[in-house]
């Protein structure tokens, strides 16, 4: 009786000295990852770093074109033409791809307070392939040792570009904090936009942290500018909001 007893205890204690080993292993895994993942981590945060940088000296500002409502149930659209000026207000070349950049989001502010955001939408997200003829034409043509010119355009210091971008802002009526009435009453207000200045489809990472072709042009190309390859916000711009 007290051998079996005995292994008994045993069989009892087993277990335990297994569950320990598993853990410790877990433990050196858990360690392992951490060490191999810890540098990506930290190269995604500064590949976002230097893309806003390369726009550090870019100002944005505009005036507003035409603004008018577009009939719509149960929100109000207001489709608003921006007229936008990019400058350079830095000391060196900036470079810019030669087009109209979209808008990725909009933002209404009062001109009282215009750090404070009264609505904000962002725009979808457009689903096309990483590697159509079109973005693999553009990526090609970009991919030079000189910056071409039917491609990017140069900013000396003091210059500076106009756009006209057009975007459509879908208030809602009612039923939400930021709806039509209470941004009318915080009126006299203006909106920002987040302009795309480098799209995402030139990147075949698809990931805006790590902006690998954008960082290898602005590298090659660093003796005749900075390369923007950045999303960057204007300055408020001033509309006036009509009757519904």
């Given at each position: 009786m007290r051998k079996k007893t005995q292994n008994a205890c045993a069989a009892e204690v087993k277990p335990n000295i297994f569950s320990a080993q598993a853990v410790f292993s877990l433990f050196l895994l858990m360690i392992s990852l951490a060490v191999c993942l810890t540098p990506r981590i930290h190269g995604q945060s500064g590949a976002s770093d230097d893309a806003k940088e390369s726009a550090n000296s870019l100002k944005l500002w505009g005036t507003p074109g035409e603004v008018r409502l577009v009939p719509a149930d149960p929100s109000v659209k207001v489709r608003v033409s921006i007229n936008v000026v990019a400058e350079n207000k830095g000391k060196e070349n900036l470079l810019l791809l030669r087009r109209t950049p979209s808008s990725n989001s909009e933002e209404i502010?009062?001109?009282?307070?215009?750090?404070?955001?009264?609505?904000?939408?962002?725009?979808?997200?457009?689903?096309?392939?990483?590697?159509?003829?079109?973005?693999?034409?553009?990526?090609?043509?970009?991919?030079q040792q000189e910056p071409p010119e039917d491609e990017i355009i140069t900013l000396g210091p003091g210059d500076s570009i106009g756009w006209n971008v057009v975007v459509q802002l879908d208030i809602p009526k009612a039923g939400n904090p930021a709806n039509w009435d209470t941004i009318r009453k915080a009126c006299p207000c203006a909106v920002k936009l987040d302009l795309d200045l480098w799209p995402l489809i030139l990147e075949p990472s698809g990931d805006r942290t790590d902006p690998g072709f954008g960082r290898k042009l602005t590298k090659r190309w660093h003796k005749k500018g900075v390369l923007v390859f950045a999303t960057k916000q204007t300055d408020p711009i001033e509309i006036k909001l009509p009757e519904k």
């Open positions: 502010v009062s001109l009282a307070n215009p750090a404070a955001s009264i609505w904000r939408q962002e725009e979808p997200m457009i689903a096309k392939a990483n590697y159509d003829a079109a973005t693999v034409k553009l990526r090609k043509t970009l991919d």
